[in-house]
Each structure stands twice: as C-alpha cells, then as structure tokens.
C-alpha cells in the first residue's frame, strides 16, 4: 500500500522568504512523486515529478524538489517566495502497478505575506 | 496547447435534478479519472477507465452517480437525483498508462473543475 502525509496543513512566510513544503511517503515499491498546486477556484496544475531520474527535481515557478530515499522524503522548496504563490500544494504518490492511479496527501496550504 | 475540458464550469441544480457533467480528456490519453473536491473531504476519488473500461469505481455513490466512457473522446459523470451533500467541485483528469521509457508514468492532466451546487 502506498500514502502520502504531508506534515503541515498551512504554512505562512513573507514575501522573498524561503518556502518549505513538507512531504513524506510510503511505498512499496520504487515511487513516481509529484507536486500538483491549485490556485484558488481553479484546477491541478503539475508543478514537477520525479519519476527515478534525477533526485533533484527542478519544476516551474523556480520550485524544486528532492527525492530522499532514506528519508522517505519529498519536499518542495522554493528560495524566494513570492505573493503569487499563495495556494495549495499536493504531494501526491503513483500506485505502482495500477496504471497511472494516484494518492493525495492532504495539502497544504501556503500563504504568502506582504 | 492539449488540455482536458470540462463542461459546464458551473451548476446551481435543486435537489432532485439530474445533473450531468462532461469531460473531453487529452487527444491519445487512455486513462480518465473523476474526482470530488470538498472543504471536508479534500480530494476524492470516484472513477477510474483505461481504455474506456471501468476499472474502479469504488469511491462513488452507486445508488446515484454513474460514469460512462461512449467514445475515446467522451467521460460522463451523472448524478440522478442529486442532493444538497453532493455539492462539490467535480475534477476530470486524463493520462497514459505508459511505460517509464515514455517519461509522463503515473502523470495526470487534470480539467478545470466543475463547480456544482444542490440548492
């Protein structure tokens, strides 16, 4: 079986701070992750996934992530938050061996301070 | 630029009606997914087609949701007879059911949401 938890349901930070998004998984096999973020009244987006290539994953808006192994670990960092980020933030976890089935974690949702 | 579509963005229904929404996936996606978001709930899983099959359909209501796949470039998802608890936005998602080597394994491309209120 496989889970997300994202450890945080809200995180605030101010403007030009840094943004960490926390996120951990269980699986049983070798994972597909992904971050998917959701701006208010609108649909999914895929911010970036890491698929068993690089562990350092580079995704739009200047996000990145790390895939930790021994950590069970994919956090999603960005170095300079700005006010347009303010949204929520899905880790999500590919079912292996069931197609292109995905898990959600909670979310999380990130303010952005002036 | 290939997304999924849905229609309509936006219901208001009263309790009883039917109510259908649509979903237009990805040109060449096999895979097509319905979820329900709510304040409560978060994210949802109703439905699950491969290849226009449906292969999990677990987290819906039987008794008054239903999802069909009529063509490759058509998914359903009818409520009949909704009520108030339904209310939700209602997210298509497609993808491809690839190998690895094809680079897009596990990834959906998700629409842009229906919004439906019960009254």
């Known amino acids: 079986a496989q889970s997300v938890t994202q450890l945080d349901s809200h995180v605030s930070v101010s403007e030009g701070t840094p943004v960490l998004l926390r996120c951990n998984y269980s699986s049983s096999y070798s994972p597909s992750l992904f971050w998917y973020v959701q701006h208010p009244n609108k649909g999914l987006q895929l911010l970036l996934k890491?698929?068993?290539?690089?562990?350092l994953v580079k995704g739009i808006n200047g996000f990145e992530a790390e895939f930790k192994k021994s950590e069970t670990s994919f956090h999603l960092t960005k170095p300079s938050a700005h006010m347009s980020d303010a949204a929520e933030y899905f880790c999500v976890v590919g079912r292996a061996n069931a197609g292109n089935m995905l898990t959600f974690g909670g979310g999380t949702r990130l303010m952005v301070k002036p | 630029d290939a997304r999924v579509t849905q229609t309509p963005r936006h219901k208001v229904t009263e309790m009883g009606q039917e109510v259908t929404m649509r979903c237009q996936p990805i040109l060449g996606h096999n895979t097509v997914f319905w979820y329900r978001q709510t304040m409560m709930q978060g994210l949802e899983l109703l439905a699950y087609f491969r290849n226009r099959a449906p292969l999990d359909d677990s987290g819906m209501p039987k008794d008054r949701f239903s999802a069909e796949m009529p063509d490759a470039t058509l998914a359903t998802l009818k409520i009949q007879p909704s009520e108030p608890r339904d209310s939700a936005v209602y997210f298509c998602?497609?993808?491809?059911?690839?190998?690895?080597?094809?680079?897009?394994?596990?990834?959906?491309?998700f629409g842009p949401g229906t919004r439906l209120t019960v009254l």
């Open positions: 890491y698929t068993s290539a690089a562990t």
């Open positions: 998602a497609s993808g491809s059911s690839g190998t690895l080597a094809s680079g897009n394994r596990n990834e959906q491309f």
